[in-house]
């Protein structure tokens, strides 16, 4: 008899508990059917000249194919763009033309499409753009004014990337908004440790192999601009670890810096973005080479802070 009470109040109990967790379940469904249809319901965000504006360092690399006025091969440019959110801009840029480096400072125009894309007009070079992350972020790939075509093996093919330098807000309060509307790097907000990947070709660089080369590594930089870098590069098929330092000359409240390396010489231009926590680089050849095409080395690349640090050594 007892055992018949005992089954029979779990059985009472299984039919009271079955609504219970229906209902949970109901509730559940209710509620995310409410939330897709409050998601579906919100109009898609939408782009315009205005998602464009301030200061966006950038980096292109690509090859000049064959075209009239500037040397064949490999290309890289690095820079600040400054978009005014009305369809001007300005931009200084540094580039390098299979090893002549040229320093420009230009002005142009841009567009921007409802669907985030637009185009990017700037002397006699034009491009296409998609806008990413509510206007912290653009790719580009190089085009032609309009009338103008090349065959294949002329032109140029180039890409591009920017990020704008101001971090992005932390909330939305006005004071937050105008602590990040008023950045300026100092070697204090920049220090860290970095992941950085490096592409490019080496033209003549002895004792380096001519021919593609990247490479990974991790770069320590300190407040006294000081850099230590370790890490692995391919040149040409050739692994080589390298363990090197660095010694930054200047960093600009702008955010734009030089470092020279100890090793070779060779200078950094670098381009700190997105609040200090990356950064855009071009090496130069070391002082003193005579700037000509096919001479020493088309490199650059990117960093991505790993963690911050408040004061960090250089030796591993």
Known sequence: MKTKIISLLFSVLAIVALPVVSYGQETA???ES??????????????????????YGFLIKGAILNLPGLPSGPTATIGIITYDGTG?????NTSSFNGFVLTQEMTGTYTVNSDCTGTVQSGPTTADIVITNNGREVRSI???PAGVAFPPGAGWIIEAIGKKIAPEPRDNTWREHFRAANFTCNPQNVAGEYAVKAAGTVLNA??????PALGLSKIILNEAGQSAVKGTF??????????????????????????????NGAIQKIVFVNGGTEFFFLQLPPE???????????????GKRIREAEKIGVRW
């Not at 002895?206 to 021919?211: E, F, I, V």
């Open 288 to 302: 003193g080479t005579p700037n000509i095409p096919g001479v020493g080395a088309v490199f650059y690349g990117e």
């Open 34 to 55: 409410k939330q897709e249809n409050n998601a579906r319901s919100q109009p898609p965000k939408t782009c315009s000249v205005r998602t464009l504006k301030g200061a």
């Open 29 to 31: 469904t209710a509620e």
């Open 88 to 92: 001007n801009l300005t931009s200084t």
């Open 142 to 144: 190089g085009t032609y």
């Open 234 to 263: 391919n040149f040409n098929g050739t692994i080589v670890p390298v363990v090197d330092t660095a010694t930054g000359t200047d960093l600009k409240p702008d955010c734009t810096s030089t470092a020279k390396q100890t090793a």
């Open 206 to 211: 002895l004792p380096l192999p001519a021919g």
